[in-house]
T-cell receptor
């Protein structure tokens, strides 16, 4: 199946630091990618849809100035958590569709101290 | 009413048991039905994918969809300790929002 690479897998940072997470489709092109957030023992909650060549679409309640998304190419989307605070600590996962199937990255665990 | 209902478990079974995981949904616009497996601190991995009512089998896994009742199931035969994970049902409709809608996940523990 298709492969989605997400990097880094783990980030520990101080409060106020900005953190950048990359999501790459390795063997297919993705004009759309999705960013999810997952709290412990909970399901994935869609944060935003990343669109190549246009602005991201954010779900209700997600601060677009806090979670900056850039879809730089047909294989790369980045999520930047601006001025991260402890409440932003979570597991962030990206996905990209290929032939109707969503493929997920391995996730990034963010811990803000 | 939630769009998707899934019992969070945890569900504990002995090795070799048949496992039944279920989800109900309310949105009749859902067209594609999926089951993902997620190990702790990893991204979800697609297990089964179907778009029609009925059964679909792949090895030890069988996905069942009943559109009239808005109910989907995943059966695991001869369960193994390596099957211990969280199982997420997921739904997709090919109009408008193109992201998946997930159930809350069921944690499965297969005891050796």
């Amino acid at each position: 199946g298709a492969v989605v690479s997400q990097h880094p897998s783990r980030v520990i940072c101080k409060s106020g630091t900005s953190v950048k997470i990359e999501c790459r489709s390795l063997d297919f092109q993705a004009t759309t990618m999705f960013w999810y957030r997952q709290f412990p023992k909970q399901s994935l909650m869609l944060m935003a849809t990343s669109n190549e060549g246009s602005k991201a679409t954010y779900e209700q309640g997600v601060e677009k100035d806090k979670f900056l998304i850039n879809h730089a190419s047909l294989t790369l989307s980045t999520l930047t958590v601006a001025s991260a605070h402890p409440e932003d600590s979570s597991f962030y996962i990206c996905s990209a569709p290929n032939s109707g199937i969503q493929y997920f990255g391995a996730g990034t665990r963010l811990s803000v101290l | 009413q939630k769009e998707v209902e899934q019992d969070p478990g945890p569900l504990s079974v002995p090795e070799g048991a048949i496992v039944s995981l279920n989800c109900t949904y309310s949105n009749s616009a859902f067209q594609y039905f999926m089951w993902y497996r997620q190990y702790s601190r990893k991204g979800p991995e697609l297990l089964m994918y179907t778009y029609s009512s009925g059964n679909k089998e792949d090895g030890r896994f069988t996905a069942q969809v009943d559109k009239s009742s808005k109910y989907i199931s995943l059966f695991i035969r001869d369960s193994q300790p390596s099957d211990s994970a969280t199982y997420l049902c997921a739904f997709f409709m090919d109009t408008g929002r193109r992201a998946l809608t997930f159930g809350s996940g069921t944690r499965l523990q297969v005891q050796p």
